[in-house]
């Protein structure tokens, strides 16, 4: 098992590098990278022979992709739901900052063409998950950009998580053989949580990720006190596609599903 972990920071250009396809992290098998802009800034994204997604996390922006142009804003992850836009093989995104922002950028290899997408907060509702289970401490807020039901010419899956405070995600331990990646940020800058990549555990801090291999059991927890936001993001299998139903839990944990506490 290569790196499973990072703590990337951003260049004198605004760009963190998280995974590539020939760095520590080439098993996720995606390009994904930040991005802070400044105000007045333009950014083009866009690659023969790949799919790219443009995610804004925070600011005020104007995506421009396919003649579509939309200008989009963002608080905070913690507070707003996600505007992505999603394009094939040789389309262009053009991301002009109207304020300071930062977007997330996630591209793999796919050939396929189909028409760029703007997917809008209504279109990836938070619902929460875990209400009520083991103890109510894994309870979090969970939203699906796209899958391979919502998009299945793409070979990447994109959502975000939020953990309440002092909550687990990711729980009951879970696996799948398609290989996850993981970013994280917090509400105050002094917030941090753990990451459980098999048996090895990280801290997680604000701009940190986590590279899973598939197969790994991945749980994850944040720190009472804090709130966490996780983008996850997925490489699907050439013919094994990732699936919602896909949560292979760990048999030695599934006795919490029937557990009183």
């Known amino acids: 098992m290569g790196k499973v972990f990072g703590y990337p920071e951003f260049d004198e250009k605004g760009e963190k590098i998280l995974t590539t396809y020939d760095n520590d992290y080439k098993d996720m098998m995606m390009d994904i990278r930040v991005y802070r802009m400044k105000a007045g800034e333009t950014r083009t994204f866009g690659f023969e022979g790949e799919e790219t997604a443009v995610l804004l996390l925070e600011g005020k922006i104007t995506f421009s992709w396919d003649d579509q142009k939309a200008q989009v804003s963002r608080e905070s992850v913690f507070t707003e739901g996600p505007w992505c836009v999603h394009v094939c093989t040789g389309a262009k995104v053009s991301v002009a900052a109207d304020t300071e922002a930062e977007i997330l950028v996630q591209r793999t290899k796919n050939e396929k063409e189909f028409p760029g997408k703007l997917y809008k907060p209504e279109d990836a509702p938070w619902g929460y998950s875990c209400v009520g289970k083991f103890g109510n401490v894994a309870k979090r807020r969970v939203n699906t950009i796209f899958d391979h039901d919502i998009a299945p010419w793409s070979n990447m899956v994109l959502g975000e998580v939020l953990n309440d405070r ?96």
């Open 166 to 261: 002092g909550n687990w995600s990711g729980y009951l331990p879970h696996r799948h053989p398609q290989p996850e990646t993981y970013y994280f940020k917090f509400d105050r800058p002094e917030g941090f949580g753990a990451s459980f990549v098999g048996d090895q555990v990280f801290k997680s801090v604000e701009g940190s990720f986590s590279a899973i291999p598939g197969g790994e059991l991945h749980p994850q927890a944040v720190a009472p006190g804090f709130q966490m936001y996780t983008c996850w993001m997925i490489r699907h299998i050439d013919g094994n596609p990732w699936l919602q139903t896909d949560r292979c839990e760990d048999e030695k944990y599934t006795w919490l599903h029937e557990a009183e506490f």
